[in-house]
């Protein structure tokens, strides 16, 4: 049974950082593509940052480079999302989700194969 299991959201002022932990078990961990959806109130989701297990490759959408910085941990099937410097426009729910096909899937909105649970981050003073 495949699960991702995300955690780490919640709440913080402007300026401030959280870290999203998502850990995976049921699938190939070193081979696929992992990372983050969002989805804020009123909007559509969006694809924002995921990691390429296989080689490596990183994609971040453009609002949050420089912000954002995405790692794996295969010893623990574990993709972490340190997100700095937030602001309220990153205010939704992330959903961490995984993928065969790669950093395409992110930066084209595609749905991906396997979807986790979301947690809200909420980036309010």
């Known amino acids: 049974e495949v699960q991702l299991q995300a955690s780490g959201g919640g709440v913080v002022q402007p300026g401030g950082s959280l870290r999203l932990s998502c850990t995976t078990s049921g699938f190939n961990f070193d081979y696929y593509t992992i990372g983050w959806f969002r989805q804020a109130p009123g909007r559509e989701r969006e694809g924002v940052s995921c990691i390429t297990n296989r080689d490596g490759t990183i994609y971040h959408r453009d609002s949050v480079k420089g912000r954002f910085t995405i790692s794996s941990d295969s010893a623990k099937s574990t993709v972490y999302l340190q997100m700095d410097n937030l602001t309220p426009e990153d205010t939704a729910v992330y959903y961490c989700?995984?993928?065969?096909?790669?950093?395409?899937?992110?930066?084209?909105?595609?749905?991906?194969?396997?979807w986790g649970r979301g947690t809200l981050v909420t980036v309010s003073s």
């Open positions: 989700a995984a993928d065969s096909a790669g950093w395409g899937t992110w930066r084209l909105n595609y749905n991906p194969d396997y």
